[in-house]
């Protein structure tokens, strides 16, 4: 398995950006296709976005879509989300994953490990 460290998170006004950042240790990060996911009080979890192992493919939920970035630098074991343009309805705690699927993939439950998470506050 690999662990996942979650940082970057804060409180921003709306209209503001955050980059998220999830550091990877353990083996082959590479081969992980890898996810953001977010819980908002009294919500459930649900999905943001997500990247295949080489980072040549990714995947967005509607309400992120043009708004937030997914990306890696596999030589950092290192999982980013660029949250531009953020509302308020964007404050939650934020949660990276790491998937043995070879696509994106939105499934919670094809998701192995998980991070502890980062809390993102927007306010208005």
């Known amino acids: 398995q690999v662990q996942l460290v979650e940082s970057g998170g804060g409180l921003v006004q709306a209209g503001g950006s955050l980059r998220l950042s999830c550091a990877a240790s353990?083996?082959?990060?590479?081969?992980?296709?890898m996810g953001w996911f977010r819980q908002a009080p009294g919500k459930e979890r649900e999905f943001v976005a997500s990247?295949?192992?080489?980072?040549?493919?990714?995947h967005y939920a509607d309400s992120v879509k043009g708004r937030f970035t997914i990306s890696r630098d596999n030589a950092k074991n290192t999982l980013y989300l660029q949250m531009n343009s953020l509302k308020p309805e964007d404050t939650a705690d934020y949660y990276c994953?790491?998937?043995?699927?070879?696509?994106?993939?939105?499934?919670?439950?094809?998701?192995?490990?998980w991070g502890q998470g980062t809390q993102v506050t927007v306010s208005s």
């Open positions: 353990g083996r082959s990060f590479s081969s992980y296709a």
């Open positions: 994953a790491a998937s043995r699927r070879v696509g994106p993939v939105a499934t919670e439950s094809a998701y192995d490990s």
């Open positions: 990247i295949s192992p080489s980072g040549g493919r990714t």
